[in-house]
């Protein structure tokens, strides 16, 4: 295996086509990118690969860029490929000078690559390859559409190497490569041709991709070596699959696979990066919660796995259990006023407006008590809400108790509330006199104020979450409580 530390400044590129929404596989991928630059002190460049007119689009470009920027994971540089046009085809042009490559006019042939038949693989066109270039002028001359394909050598026995960053040395004969298209008969550039002479131009040293690309990269070192331009590095990442096994699909998994899914769930941005890092990535060390920083510095291609990575998640929750807990860690190592910013869409979206005091005051609370950033208005609702919503009696009465006990319980707490100063301390101490005066155990004495006042078992501590909801909220909270309580009697 190669030692992938780059002996110069590496230029790395995301390459994605705008095709639809930003898929956790495309986001994985400009992660481990922008983690090899950050690295190494090199440069991370996004370019949008969107020469397939018929299926880009502005919708998805938009999201695209709403991903990366949720990430919040910058580029250094940004390119469309669309705008580059004219250079694709100039080098497509200038190959076809060379005899590097030549018109197929077969009508059936849109310039995408043959598949494979019952007579075998699809290898080329010999009238086409053949054809004299005064004919093939002749042709053109005439209006004859055509694709542009690249002359593969054959009957060489050339073999194709390279070395794999991840997945070690690779070959392939060249008589085994089809004559791959360089335009299309519309005069578009094939993937192919428009990627190499990008990557060419924009002197990127170290392309970092997903493993469904490695059998393009002998095709590409054709293209680079015609565009006499020396390849770079490669490293193919491990594909990510779902349980069965199966790549993960837009078309079959659905939202499950897009990146906005899992901010809109509530999932911290450095925790979905720390999440994807780990799924074929490891810093060797067992460490599994790294922030940024320590994700950048213990990055390394040597790290990354060959074995694809499984993606947990089932039709009842769409979410792996280690992105849940991963994201939980990162609530609880995030500063409070910051985990208060990040869950306040979650409380507008729920119709709530806090004032950012009283949400700063609620956020150390229930910030051990979430997993997603949405779990906070259910589990903190009553903070913000006038009247509780309606809660079954019984949930007052504490174990071992009846409806009797509890207004007693609710009783006193009243007649002490109403005097005792409202700290933590102060309410610590009067309501465990009171447990005691009661001859009651705490736990017995403090259910019934709890439901009265959260409207549930469970809640956070309790005396600091009367502190936040005040001495008139929970008197007033307790009283209706002790009203409903009469039914049961």
Known sequence: MPDSTPAKTPRVRFAPSPTGFL????????ILNWLYARHNHGTMVLRLDDTDVERNTEASVQSIFEGLRWLGLSWDEEYKQSERLDLHRQKAEDLFAKGLAYRDFTPAHSGDDEKSSAQGAWLSNPGMRELSREESDRRAAAGEPFA???????GEGRTLRFVDSVYGAQSKLADEVEDFALLRSDGMPTYHLASCVDDADLRISHIVRGQDHLTNTFKHLLIFEALESEPPQFAHLPLLVAPDGAKLSKRKHGPVVSVTTYRDAGFLPQAFVNFLCLLGWSPKDDREFLSLDELTAAFTLEGVNRANAVINFTEEDPFDPKAV?????HIRALPVDELSRSIKPFWEQAGFHPLPEKLLAVTPLIRERIKLLRDAVSAADFFFLEELAPYDPAELIPKNGDAALACRVLQHAQAVLATTTFDHDSLDQALRAAALHLGLKAGQ???????????RKNAPPLFETMVVLGRELCLARIRKAEENLQSLI
Do not use: D, K, M
Request: charged fraction near 20%; proline fraction near 6%; glycine fraction near 6%.
């Open 23 to 30: 898929h956790v596989g495309s986001a994985r991928t400009f």
């Open 148 to 154: 542009l394909r690249y002359r593969v050598p054959r």
């Open 325 to 329: 807990w991963l994201n939980a860690e």
């Open 445 to 455: 004495a403090f259910q019934p104020i709890r439901v009265a006042v959260c409207g």
